[in-house]
């Protein structure tokens, strides 16, 4: 908290939290979702390289969806061989 309110007073900090009034809850439709008040955190968006991330993402996705097919497969062979032991 020290970072953000570094007088020990505190301060709107975008992306974080703000101070607003009752007519801006007002003109929200009474939404107390903090999104539509606090914005974002200036220097969020460019942290990132997007495509790279978007890119290391899908190979995570790929990897993840292979290893879900495995099991399923797995899965679904034991289940097989529980029933026709069983049969």
Request: charged share 30%; glycine share 12%; with cysteine.
């Amino acid at each position: 908290m020290a970072a953000s309110f570094p007088d020990g007073a505190y301060v709107d900090v975008p992306g974080l939290c703000k101070v607003v009034r009752v007519e801006e809850l007002e003109a929200q439709g009474w939404s107390l979702n903090p999104g539509r008040y606090v914005g974002v955190a200036a220097g969020a968006q460019g942290d990132f390289e997007f495509t790279e991330r978007l890119e290391e993402l899908n190979e995570d996705l790929e990897r993840l969806n292979a290893e879900a097919l495995e099991l399923h497969d797995r899965i679904g062979s034991a289940v097989r061989q529980l029933l026709e032991g069983n049969g």
